[in-house]
Nanobody, 125 residues
Framework: QVQLVESGGGLVQAGGSLRLSCAAS????????MGWFRQTAGKEREFVAA????????NYADSVKGRFTISRDNAKNTVYLQMNGLKPEDTAVYYC??????????????????WGQGTQVTVSS
């Protein structure tokens, strides 16, 4: 069973950048496709980005296309989310998640089996 720990969140001004990391332990990352989701208080969890086990396949939410980039380093058991051009509406708790690689970079949160505890991203205007 894989454990996921996110890091890299914080407070940034609009237009700024952050890079989130998701470190996996207890399992081999290459067995999993990975996703990033976000949630704000009172709202449903929202898909952000997903990546296939080998990094070839990627999906993005329309709201982050062209601004966010998902990547992974299986040798380091880590997945990244580079966020550029941040907007106040990007403010949320960001979660990484893992699903068996046969699922591919799915955008459905219900498909994912393992979740991290989340990291807060706050974008000020």
């Amino acid at each position: 069973q894989v454990q996921l720990v996110e890091s890299g969140g914080g407070l940034v001004q609009a237009g700024g950048s952050l890079r989130l990391s998701c470190a996996a332990s207890g399992g081999t990352l290459s067995r999993y496709a990975m996703g990033w989701f976000r949630q704000t208080a009172g709202k449903e969890r929202e898909f952000v980005a997903a990546i296939s086990w080998n990094g070839v396949g990627k999906n993005y939410a329309d709201s982050v296309k062209g601004r966010f980039t998902i990547s992974r380093d299986n040798a380091k058991n880590t997945v990244y989310l580079q966020m550029n051009g941040l907007k106040p509406e990007d403010t949320a708790v960001y979660y990484c998640a893992a699903v068996d690689r046969a699922q591919g970079p799915t955008m459905r949160g219900a498909d994912y089996d393992y979740w991290g505890q989340g990291t807060q991203v706050t974008v000020s205007s």
